[in-house]
């Protein structure tokens, strides 16, 4: 069960999920990646600044209570991890929240750009990249984490995950060379906190180091 840690969250944060209907498994086995989608969380000044994930989905991007992705999490099976920028500020998070709700909630969900991902991947994984076509894409639209990365590199100024084209399996490997870093522990609840949980063993009760154990000093 995935419940968020509100005393830990950050806006801005990457919520990296993992489903298991056919869609999922299917962007997994194209990825060779963990997890299949990506969205943003947002601490929303429009709406008394509450807790709120945008998410780029077909048709188009929504931007949800974090109460009720929550319960959607649960209801479906979808696991998560919790991504953040390492030493970002919590100004730029805000910035890339804003930014996100601003100019990618209501946007089309970028089909035509996901296809010809899809067939670059494809041909790579048969080792005829170098004939891969051109990605084409809407500017106009966006998919999961290109939305993402637009909201940190545009609105926050930092291009947190190094990719024209970024996917879940980008920020995995952001992760893997400290670019971002995987909070997950500190923002779900009873994740590592309660009885080892995943793995963690009997002693598993790391405890959480509170919001700016991960951030810099800057302008936050």
């Not at 498994?25 to 000044?45: E, K, T, V, Y």
């Not at 696991?79 to 804003?98: F, S």
């Not at 048969?126 to 809407?138: D, E, F, H, K, S």
């Not at 995995?172 to 063993?201: D, P």
Request: hydrophobic content about 40%.
């Amino acid at each position: 069960m995935v419940i968020f840690d509100r005393t830990e969250l950050l806006p801005g944060m990457i919520l990296h999920t993992r489903s298991h209907e056919l869609y999922g498994i299917a962007i997994r086995s194209l990825l060779h990646s963990w997890g299949n989608h990506d969205a943003i969380l947002i601490r929303s000044p429009s709406v008394n600044t509450a807790w709120y994930v945008g998410e780029s989905i077909w048709p188009r991007a929504r931007m949800v209570p974090l109460v009720e992705y929550e319960a959607y999490l649960n209801s479906t099976g979808r696991e998560c991890r919790v991504y953040w920028p390492t030493k970002a500020t919590v100004a730029a998070g805000m910035a890339a929240g804003l930014w996100w709700e601003q100019n990618v909630k209501g946007t089309w969900y970028d089909v035509r750009g996901v296809a010809w991902l899809a067939i670059k991947l494809s041909l790579t994984q048969i080792g005829m990249g170098r004939v891969a076509p051109r990605i084409r894409q809407w500017e106009w639209a966006n998919w999961c984490t290109e939305g993402v990365e637009r909201a940190w590199q545009i609105g926050a100024g930092r291009h947190v995950l190094l990719n024209e084209h970024p996917t879940p399996l980008t920020v995995e490997k952001r992760e893997s060379e400290g670019v971002v870093e995987n909070l997950s522990e500190f923002a779900i609840v009873g994740r590592y906190r309660r009885g080892g949980v995943s793995g963690q063993g009997a002693g598993g009760d790391r405890q959480p180091q509170g919001q700016m154990g991960h951030v810099s000093g800057g302008s936050a």
